[in-house]
């Protein structure tokens, strides 16, 4: 099947679906849009789990991208420096300096001018408290 053949087979297949199945591929615009989507979004993580070859799993990873794009946009959240940020997550974490040194390979006292705001975030050390914490390296950029 040529390119062309399958994009007029998968328009064709979109043209099947439902109403509300479309209306959920949309942008969400509103809360009770984000409700619908939150719904299908806990649906679908039990039919989809972690399967990341499984046929709705596109669809899911979308609802995911939809909602998390209205987060933002309806609750934006202030810019905080990243020394504020990692304090923070050391809290949430119930990590004290000793451990987050160590973790990072460096020493406490360069942990304690990081959280001072007195040494700069390098490649490294953001690509290092990414994997520690569990977010997106840009979350440290403000």
């Avoid at 360069?110 to 994997?131: D, F, I, Q, Y």
Wanted: hydrophobic residues 45%; glycine residues 4%.
């Amino acid at each position: 099947m040529s390119l062309r053949d399958n994009s007029n087979h998968t328009v064709t297949a979109f043209g099947t679906l439902p109403a509300a199945a479309l209306a959920l591929l949309r942008p969400i615009e509103n809360e009770t849009e984000y409700e619908e989507v939150m719904g299908a979004i806990e649906s679908l993580s039990q039919i989809v789990r972690e399967d990341a070859a499984h046929p709705l799993a596109g669809v899911y990873a979308t609802l995911i991208e939809h909602a998390a794009a209205y987060e933002n946009a309806a609750f934006p959240t202030p810019a905080v420096p990243a020394h504020e940020l990692i304090e923070f997550l050391m809290e949430q974490h119930d990590m004290r300096q000793t451990e987050l040194a160590q973790r990072l390979g460096i020493d406490q006292s360069n942990v304690s001018r990081l959280l001072n705001g007195k040494k700069a975030l390098t490649a490294e050390l953001l690509k290092k408290l990414s994997a520690i914490f569990h977010v997106a390296p840009e979350t440290f950029l403000t």
